[in-house]
């Protein structure tokens, strides 16, 4: 087996087989989700709304949550990409989709897509641990980029030159404000802020209000010094029933322990289940 090793070591000793060897380890990964998570409609992310259909109505709320709306959070709903596949996926079903998008001119072209559906919830405000003001950094009006901090992007020629003040609320306040129960699903897609939106989730979190959470992963978490041992570590304190990376085909690839081979920093979507 070393003498394998070395041989195949030897002649992939050159740039051409190294080439070869990164585009098949990244063609690999993307179908493993990593990778993967920038096209909603091509990330798998809809089995997370099939998840949160299937499981409303349980926990301590009994029958009168089964005859509600499902109620989903899109946190960062930017011009509303995952809430137009959340409206097809739960055709059929009563739901609420409340939307939070802080950017001006994004959060004008999400009003424009979603139109008067009264199913839908549009605020103009971001959610992070804390009831305040922020900065909102971006390259151009209405990118999909926007972080609240100041990326560095000149490896790909992008100038996060500009910026605008935002308004910032927290998941527990809004809900107590808006007298929402339980959470089936907290979709979150914040360029590398998920974890300031989960602090400002503690109180739903630790009475189990939350069903699910699917967050995405990727370069954003380079800027802001984040990573998915963050997240392991966060989860712990509030005992879920599972961790996932989400794949191209639905198929949730289950994370049952802390491994640095997981910090891959390239869009990818992750599902934590409560219930």
């Known amino acids: 087996m070393l003498s394998v090793a070395k041989g195949l070591s030897l002649i992939t000793g050159n740039p051409i087989a190294q080439r070869c060897l990164e585009w098949g380890v990244v063609r690999a990964q993307y179908l493993m989700g990593i990778g993967s998570g ?22 301590s709320h009994g029958d009168r949550r089964a005859t509600s709306p499902v109620c ?17 996926v739960l055709m059929g079903h009563p739901y609420t989709i409340h939307c ?9 072209r999400l009003r424009e897509n979603i139109g008067d559906d009264n199913s839908f919830r549009l605020n103009n405000i971001a959610l992070g641990a804390n009831v305040g003001s922020a900065s909102l950094f971006y390259d151009k009006a209405g990118s999909g980029l926007a972080s609240m901090t100041k990326r560095n992007l000149e490896h790909f020629k992008i100038d996060f030159s500009q910026s605008e003040s935002v308004s910032v609320d927290t ?9 929402i129960d339980k959470i089936d699903l907290l979709k979150m897609d914040v360029e590398g802020h998920e974890l300031d939106v989960l602090r400002g989730a503690a109180r ?41 990376r989400i794949t191209p085909s639905g198929y949730l690839s289950p994370l049952d322990s802390y491994r640095e081979i997981d910090e891959q920093f390239r869009t ?6 409560f219930s």
Do not use: W
């Open 268 to 273: 990818t979507n992750f599902l934590v289940r």
């Open 204 to 244: 739903l979190l630790e009475d189990r209000r939350i069903g699910a959470i699917l967050f995405e992963f990727g370069g954003c978490n380079i800027d802001t010094r984040s990573f998915l041992q963050d997240y392991f570590y966060f989860f712990k304190k509030y005992s879920p029933n599972r961790m996932f």
């Open 38 to 59: 920038g096209v909603v409609a091509n990330s798998g992310e809809k089995i997370a709304l099939s998840l949160a259909i299937a499981g409303h109505g349980g926990g």
């Open 171 to 179: 998941v527990d306040n809004y809900c107590d404000r808006a007298r």
């Open 100 to 108: 939070f998008e802080p950017g001006r001119h994004t959060f004008d």
């Open 72 to 88: 989903i959070f899109d946190v960062g709903a930017n011009i509303g990409q995952f809430s137009g596949v959340a409206k097809a």
